[in-house]
């Protein structure tokens, strides 16, 4: 039996689901909480499986059939499509959608019937994200990318009775739409050009199409992964998308809606490395992204709020790899840019594992503290022992420490984006953004772990702790989750030492075998590395004097001059939300007021000017119906006798 | 001996015209009924005259049967006009305008 023949059935298993579920699950106990871990789990034991016979035996498989034939030239496809990538994202996405899905159970157990709706979205959503990532061309791709989206937009307006998360709801849905236009436009020129949308159709015509057309259907395809992945400037929506439960969090930032954007990046990057500018211009905003985050982190104030601009941060630096990869692939360096693919890979895997964490354990203390905000929490270390140890080894991870997983890939992307500075110098002064990135990143997740688990204990500590029923941090439902994160979290970065490697099995073009020896030399001998891990070290250091040991006091840093204003900026989040709200008020909506104007005074005015003469002149024409027989005689006579008179002498009836 | 064609085409056309001038200006409702016999009748005597001139018996029956409706189309105006002269009291086309906008 050749599993891959069934893999189309892997999103289907969490589809079929979300129909039980919907339709019965009202009448079950627990609200479909059983099928929805049986459908997704199912769905999981088959996505490993694939992936496992992807992986072991470096197969390429792919099946598809004509869905919309629209001429003999111009059809449309549906099919499954599964190479190394694919079976990555598999892996990634099913486990962690279905360590989620169990955690779900005891989060949200509180939430009455309400958990039917829960559970129905987050199966349909699991799905259609599985379904993205079979596709075998990029409509069917973007069919499932829009359905993602919408998932996304009911689960993060799950408590819709709230302003703020229906708000919320709306700015991830208008937001990524944004970035869903650009990616169409994109399709549109691929679709012309090519004359078809499948993946390996697209990469083999690559060579014989038009360049200016590639490199703008490579932009505007890039577009859509600025929307779906938060980057920079259309970031501003994955903040706001912390109304939703935190298990949805945990979702959205690890397993499913974010990633879709680099992986979009990496099904584009043959197209992307046709054009020098585009990959440059993909480098830059990834940089970008990942700095800017980085910074608005160091200071949010709340625990989700914080993990979410370093998910925002962290796809930067993916999208920086990606970017870098395809710059050098276009300058001939194939290796290199081989490696540069697959670390933005490497660092998508590494990151889900330990941004699922950071969610799962955030939504622990959430669920204990019952408060979002950093500074009502403190001293939680010693009431939640495995929640603070797990999220612990996820801040480590992050933060670059070796031999933890963040470490391996983090250090790769950094030492690509170096190799791609000796192309140009822009990629330069990335890699500066991005060593200054791990820095505050190192900083802001221990800032985070240290006002949560250790120093003072503040009103919502005490107020949780005096409760009864709170003696147990969490139910075994969701630690077992955290846990296994845990041990991904910081074993998954030796997936480089298993086999062939991480870069032998998941490659553009070319593998990249290295033994554990010469990879190990290869790391530890280079300078960057240790730059990486200095700036990792000293931003924990930093966070540790300022607030565990408060010799550095932050406050007082930010109460005056620059330092203050900047901070007020940062808490502004760069007036993004300002911005979005004067773009989308005064342009868009002054857009349509002109528009409303427009139609109604030009367009209507244009139709009421036509009927208005109507009338007038019928008003005129009327007053020949005088109603008197005789003058309709005289007419009718004088009429024939005229058409007589002209018969005569045009020549008729001579 | 037979009377020239041209003779009888401009007794119908005097007729016809007679008949024409009757419809226009007559302010009497029956009066123009009558007017409208009157060129029909002109027809009618063309119709004769033709298929004497052609030697063909089609343009009489043709006449016949012309007269017969005729006949039958008069019986309508007349009743017509008797429901009029109950409703509005009066024959004059002048005062008779239902039909105006």
Same mark, same amino acid.
């Given at each position: 039996?050749?599993?891959?023949?069934?893999?189309?059935?892997?999103?289907?298993?969490?589809?079929?689901?979300?129909?039980?579920?919907?339709?019965?699950?009202?009448?079950?106990?627990?609200?479909?909480?059983?099928?929805?871990?049986?459908?997704?789990?199912?769905?999981?034991?088959?996505?490993?499986?694939?992936?496992?016979?992807?992986?072991?035996?470096?197969?390429?498989?792919?099946?598809?059939?004509?869905?919309?034939?629209?001429?003999? &030239?111009?059809? $449309?496809?549906? %099919? @499954?499509? #599964?190479?190394? +990538?694919? !079976?990555?994202?598999? /892996?990634?996405?099913?486990?962690?959608?279905?360590?989620?899905?169990?955690?779900?159970?005891?989060?949200?157990?509180?939430?009455?019937?309400?958990?039917?709706?829960?559970?129905? &979205?987050?199966? $349909?959503?699991? %799905? @259609?994200? #599985?379904?993205? +990532?079979? !596709?075998?061309?990029? /409509?069917?791709?973007?069919?499932?990318?829009?359905?993602?989206?919408?998932?996304?937009?009911?689960?993060?307006?799950?408590?819709?009775?709230?302003?703020?998360?229906?708000?919320?709801?709306?700015?991830?849905?208008?937001?990524?739409?944004?970035?869903? +236009?650009?990616?169409?436009?994109?399709?549109?020129?691929?679709?012309?050009?090519?004359?078809?949308?499948?993946?390996?159709?697209?990469?083999?015509?690559?060579?014989?199409?038009?360049?200016?057309?590639?490199?703008?259907?490579?932009?505007?395809?890039?577009?859509?992964?600025?929307?779906?992945?938060?980057?920079?400037?259309?970031?501003?929506?994955?903040?706001?998308?912390?109304?939703?439960?935190?298990?949805?969090?945990?979702?959205?930032?690890?397993?499913?809606?974010?990633?879709?954007?680099?992986?979009?990046?990496?099904?584009?990057?043959?197209?992307?490395?046709?054009?020098?500018?585009?990959?440059?211009?993909?480098?830059?905003?990834?940089?970008?992204?990942?700095?800017?985050?980085?910074?608005?982190?160091?200071?949010?104030?709340?625990?989700?709020?914080?993990?979410?601009?370093?998910?925002?941060?962290?796809?930067?630096?993916?999208?920086?790899?990606?970017?870098?990869?395809?710059?050098?692939?276009?300058?001939?360096?194939?290796?290199?840019?081989?490696?540069?693919?697959?670390?933005?890979?490497?660092?998508?895997?590494?990151?889900?594992?330990?941004?699922?964490?950071?969610?799962?354990?955030?939504?622990?203390?959430?669920?204990?503290?019952?408060?979002?905000?950093?500074?009502?929490?403190?001293?939680?270390?010693?009431?939640?022992?495995?929640?603070?140890?797990?999220?612990?080894?996820?801040?480590?991870?992050?933060?670059?420490?070796?031999?933890?997983?963040?470490?391996?890939?983090?250090?790769?992307?950094?030492?690509?984006?170096?190799?791609?500075?000796?192309?140009?110098?822009?990629?330069?002064?990335?890699?500066?953004?991005?060593?200054?990135?791990?820095?505050?990143?190192?900083?802001?997740?221990?800032?985070?772990?240290?006002?949560?688990?250790?120093?003072?204990?503040?009103?919502?500590?005490?107020?949780?702790?005096?409760?009864?029923?709170?003696?147990?941090?969490?139910?075994?439902?969701?630690?077992?989750?955290?846990?296994?994160?845990?041990?991904?979290?910081?074993?998954?970065?030796?997936?480089?030492?298993?086999?062939?490697?991480?870069?032998?099995?998941?490659?553009?073009?070319?593998?990249?075998?290295?033994?554990?020896?010469?990879?190990?030399?290869?790391?530890?001998?280079?300078?960057?590395?240790?730059?990486?891990?200095?700036?990792?070290?000293?931003?924990?250091?930093?966070?540790?004097?300022?607030?565990?040991?408060?010799?550095?006091?932050?406050?007082?840093?930010?109460?005056?001059?620059?330092?203050?204003?900047?901070?007020?900026?940062?808490?502004?989040?760069?007036?993004?939300?300002?911005?979005?709200?004067?773009?989308?008020?005064?342009?868009?909506?002054?857009?349509?007021?002109?528009?409303?104007?427009?139609?109604?005074?030009?367009?209507?005015?244009?139709?009421?000017?036509?009927?208005?003469?109507?009338?007038?002149?019928?008003?005129?024409?009327?007053?020949?119906?005088?109603?008197?027989?005789?003058?309709?005689?005289?007419?009718?006579?004088?009429?024939?006798?005229?058409?007589?008179?002209?018969?005569?002498?045009?020549?008729?009836?001579? | 001996?037979?009377?020239?064609?041209?003779?009888?085409?401009?007794?119908?056309?005097?007729?016809?015209?007679?008949?024409?001038?009757?419809?226009?200006?007559?302010?009497?409702?029956?009066?123009?009924?009558?007017?409208?016999?009157?060129?029909?009748?002109?027809?009618?005597?063309?119709?004769?005259?033709?298929?004497?001139?052609?030697?063909?018996?089609?343009?009489?029956?043709?006449?016949?049967?012309?007269?017969?409706?005729?006949?039958?189309?008069?019986?309508?105006?007349?009743?017509?006009?008797?429901?009029?002269?109950?409703?509005?009291?009066?024959?004059?086309?002048?005062?008779?305008?239902?039909?105006?906008?």
């Amino acid at each position: 039996m050749d599993i891959l023949e069934y893999a189309w059935l892997i999103p289907v298993i969490p589809l079929l689901a979300f129909v039980i579920v919907g339709f019965l699950g009202n009448r079950m106990k627990d609200k479909g909480g059983l099928v929805a871990i049986l459908g997704v789990g199912g769905g999981m034991v088959l996505a490993l499986w694939t992936a496992f016979e992807i992986l072991t035996t470096g197969r390429v498989y792919e099946v598809s059939m004509d869905w919309v034939v629209l001429s003999s &030239e111009y059809r $449309l496809e549906i %099919g @499954v499509f #599964l190479d190394n +990538v694919a !079976a990555m994202m598999l /892996i990634v996405v099913s486990f962690i959608a279905f360590l989620v899905v169990v955690y779900s159970t005891a989060y949200i157990h509180d939430q009455g019937p309400r958990r039917h709706r829960y559970y129905t &979205e987050i199966c $349909l959503f699991v %799905g @259609v994200m #599985l379904g993205l +990532v079979l !596709a075998n061309n990029f /409509i069917q791709m973007f069919i499932f990318w829009e359905l993602v989206g919408l998932c996304s937009y009911l689960l993060i307006g799950f408590w819709f009775e709230r302003p703020a998360a229906a708000r919320a709801a709306k700015k991830a849905f208008l937001v990524t739409r944004v970035g869903d +236009v650009m990616f169409m436009i994109g399709l549109f020129l691929l679709f012309t050009e090519l004359k078809t949308l499948n993946f390996q159709l697209v990469w083999s015509a690559l060579d014989t199409a038009d360049a200016a057309t590639l490199a703008f259907a490579g932009f505007f395809l890039f577009g859509g992964a600025i929307g779906k992945s938060a980057q920079f400037p259309l970031h501003d929506w994955l903040p706001d998308a912390m109304e939703g439960p935190t298990t949805v969090s945990a979702l959205i930032h690890a397993a499913t809606m974010v990633n879709a954007g680099v992986y979009l990046v990496a099904r584009a990057f043959p197209i992307l490395t046709q054009s020098a500018e585009v990959s440059l211009f993909v480098g830059v905003i990834g940089g970008i992204t990942a700095f800017i985050a980085a910074t608005m982190a160091l200071c949010a104030p709340k625990i989700k709020g914080v993990l979410a601009y370093s998910t925002v941060s962290q796809l930067g630096y993916m999208i920086l790899a990606l970017g870098a990869g395809a710059y050098m692939w276009h300058f001939g360096h194939y290796v290199e840019a081989s490696i540069a693919f697959g670390a933005g890979l490497f660092h998508l895997m590494n990151h889900a594992f330990f941004k699922g964490l950071l969610f799962l354990g955030a939504g622990s203390v959430i669920h204990y503290v019952h408060t979002e905000d950093l500074n009502k929490m403190g001293g939680l270390g010693k009431y939640m022992k495995v929640t603070s140890i797990t999220m612990l080894i996820a801040s480590i991870s992050i933060a670059g420490i070796p031999p933890l997983s963040g470490f391996w890939s983090k250090d790769e992307v950094l030492a690509v984006t170096f190799q791609a500075g000796d192309a140009n110098l822009t990629f330069m002064l990335l890699w500066i953004l991005g060593v200054l990135t791990a820095f505050m990143t190192a900083f802001y997740m221990f800032r985070m772990w240290f006002m949560v688990f250790k120093g003072k204990e503040n009103e919502g500590t005490k107020h949780a702790t005096e409760h009864a029923h709170h003696k147990h941090e969490a139910p075994v439902a969701m630690l077992l989750p955290l846990v296994v994160l845990a041990a991904l979290a910081f074993g998954s970065g030796f997936s480089l030492f298993i086999g062939d490697g991480f870069f032998g099995s998941i490659y553009y073009h070319e593998a990249h075998v290295l033994s554990i020896g010469e990879r190990l030399t290869d790391v530890f001998t280079s300078p960057l590395t240790y730059v990486s891990i200095i700036a990792a070290v000293s931003g924990i250091v930093l966070a540790y004097f300022s607030f565990l040991k408060t010799t550095v006091s932050a406050e007082k840093f930010v109460s005056k001059g620059f330092p203050k204003a900047m901070h007020k900026l940062l808490l502004d989040r760069y007036k993004f939300p300002v911005a979005y709200d004067k773009i989308g008020y005064v342009g868009l909506y002054g857009f349509s007021l002109l528009l409303d104007k427009f139609d109604r005074y030009v367009i209507d005015g244009i139709v009421n000017a036509i009927s208005a003469f109507l009338i007038g002149a019928g008003g005129v024409v009327r007053k020949a119906q005088t109603g008197f027989v005789q003058s309709y005689t005289t007419l009718l006579l004088a009429g024939v006798s005229l058409i007589i008179i002209l018969l005569y002498v045009v020549g008729v009836l001579r | 001996m037979n009377i020239p064609l041209e003779y009888i085409l401009v007794l119908s056309s005097s007729l016809f015209i007679v008949g024409a001038a009757g419809v226009i200006l007559k302010k009497n409702a029956i009066m123009v009924l009558m007017s409208i016999e009157l060129m029909l009748n002109a027809a009618n005597v063309n119709m004769v005259a033709f298929s004497s001139y052609y030697g063909d018996a089609r343009g009489q029956v043709f006449a016949l049967f012309s007269i017969g409706i005729a006949a039958a189309e008069v019986a309508v105006g007349l009743a017509i006009l008797l429901n009029l002269n109950k409703l509005k009291k009066t024959v004059n086309v002048d005062d008779i305008n239902l039909l105006r906008w």
